[in-house]
């Protein structure tokens, strides 16, 4: 059974930073994702990373500001989040899938974490 545990979020004014982790039980060798959900909202795509971490993808919106990373010997994944906006305030989530590509779309992630809370002042 594959557990991931988030850390790292908090409150931040805009245009500071945080460093999202999320720590994965067993082995880690999953293609690794972050989302985000705001009150009300839909839980949107951040950041994906494939297994081995030189390929990673992002929409239009954190792409510049968001970066992910991952260290497979700690089974450990990451995601740094510069530039903060208010708009960026959500649960942020780490998900892991069983498929063999990067991974982009909600339905292909097999496990998630809890969520941790980022919020942004203006």
């Known amino acids: 059974q594959v557990q991931l545990v988030e850390s790292g979020g908090g409150l931040v004014q805009a245009g500071g930073s945080l460093r999202l982790t999320c720590a994965v039980s067993?082995?880690?060798?999953?293609?690794m994702g972050w989302f985000r959900q705001a009150p009300g909202k839909e839980r949107d795509f951040v950041a994906a990373i494939n297994r081995n971490g030189d390929s990673t993808y992002y929409p239009d919106s954190v792409k510049g500001r968001f970066t992910i990373s991952r260290d497979n010997a700690k089974n450990t994944v990451f995601l740094q989040m510069n530039s903060l906006k208010p708009e960026d305030t959500a649960v942020y989530y780490c998900?892991?899938?069983?498929?063999?590509?990067?991974?982009?779309?909600?339905?292909?992630?097999?496990?998630w974490g809890q969520g941790t809370q980022v919020t942004v002042s203006s």
């Open positions: 067993g082995r880690n060798s999953y293609p």
């Open positions: 998900a892991a899938s069983n498929l063999w590509r990067i991974v982009t779309l909600r339905n292909e992630y097999t496990y």
